[in-house]
T-cell receptor, first 116, second 116 residues
């Protein structure tokens, strides 16, 4: 079965500093990887995905992620953190089901706090 | 365009009761998935529907069921509620065909169920 791990429950970063939220994965076959963000009392919002191609993926709100096959990692990054980036971040991997279906298997989430 | 709409947003039930949650997907999206989010277990896949057929099901007891209508709207039902069913229930829609593994899931804001 596919799985993802987010080793940090919480990440604190000062406003204006670069941020990294870590994710490692375990899959059979080619990985389809996603990052989502969740604000309080809201659903999940899509940030970016890696399917194939360039290892550096650019997404919404200035976020990017680096796919590293040898380290089986897909870390989320942003050059300069904003207070408004404070939220819960989820890494996910596509987990194929049957009959053409698939589901997302999510990590436990990382709470990002950006300190003014 | 309108996003994924879930109703009700909040509800309180007592043990033994049943509940029905509704999800209206983005127009043109034929796949609807349901996820349960709890602090302890994180995000867990419940089931996925495509063209009124359940294509995939997660590891939940039979008390959890769902269906999809011809207009792609979906409902999920939980019978004989238990305290542990208290959670945020998230619905997500996607195109659900073609390169479905690469399709992005768009989530609704969720229905927060409290079981007393």
């Amino acid at each position: 079965a596919q799985s993802v791990a987010q080793p940090e429950d919480q990440v604190n970063v000062a406003e204006g500093n670069p941020l990294t939220v870590k994710c490692t994965y375990s899959v059979s076959g080619n990985p389809y990887l996603f990052w989502y963000v969740q604000y309080p009392n809201r659903g999940l919002q899509f940030l970016l995905k890696y399917i194939t191609g360039d290892n550096l993926v650019k997404g919404s709100y200035g976020f990017e992620a680096e796919f590293n096959k040898s380290q089986t990692s897909f870390h989320l990054k942003k050059p300069s953190a904003l207070v408004s980036d404070s939220a819960l971040y989820f890494c996910a991997v596509r987990d194929p089901g049957g009959a053409g279906s698939y589901q997302l298997t999510f990590g436990k989430g990382t709470k990002l706090s950006v300190i003014p | 365009k309108a996003g994924v709409t879930q109703t009700p947003r909040y509800l309180i039930k007592t043990r033994g009761q049943q509940v029905t949650l509704s999800c209206s997907p983005i127009s043109g999206h034929r796949s609807v998935s349901w996820y349960q989010q709890t602090p302890g277990q994180g995000l867990q896949f419940l089931f996925e529907y495509f063209s009124e057929t359940q294509r995939n099901k997660g590891n939940f007891p039979g008390r959890f069921s769902g269906r999809q209508f011809s207009n792609s709207r979906s409902e999920m039902n939980v019978s004989t509620l238990e305290l542990g069913d208290s959670a945020l229930y998230l619905c997500a829609s996607s195109l659900g065909q073609g390169a479905s593994g690469a399709n992005v899931l768009t989530f609704g804001a969720g229905s927060r169920l409290t079981v007393l």
